[in-house]
């Protein structure tokens, strides 16, 4: 679904945010919280792990409601950084593409909405 690529590229919907959120899985919950805690060297609490997806109406993890990238998204208009022209030279999106290797790929799908 179109819909669950994130303003960034990444995919919603293999989230294990959004899918403890969807399937009220506290333990997932649980196990998500404590491995990004660890894995970004931040206090993740259990109770911020409720999303249902970058452009999905519904609750947003703590961190998608301040993204630079969400935020710079919303105010040109666009859906994902797959509209945007700027693309292939923007800092702001560049270290998500560099990171999750399917990421452009799923913006240019996600263009076609």
């Known amino acids: 679904m179109k819909q669950l690529i994130a303003c960034c590229g990444i995919n919603c919907e293999n989230c294990d945010a959004r899918i403890a959120t969807i399937t009220n899985d ?3 919950r649980e196990k ?11 206090d993740i609490s259990v109770a911020s792990i409720n999303c ?6 519904g609750p947003k993890f ?3 409601t301040t993204c ?6 919303t105010e040109k208009g666009f ?5 945007c022209e700027e693309l292939d030279t923007c800092q702001k999106v ?3 593409l ?10 240019i799908v996600a263009r076609t909405e």
């Open 26 to 28: 506290n333990d997932l």
């Open 32 to 42: 998500t919280a404590k491995m990004w805690s660890e894995m970004f060297s931040a």
């Open 52 to 57: 249902t997806g970058c452009r999905i109406e």
């Open 62 to 64: 703590n961190h998608c």
């Open 68 to 73: 630079e990238i969400r935020n710079c998204v």
């Open 79 to 83: 859906a994902t950084c797959g509209d």
């Open 94 to 96: 560049s270290s998500i």
């Open 98 to 107: 560099r990171h999750v290797p399917d990421a452009k790929e799923n913006l």
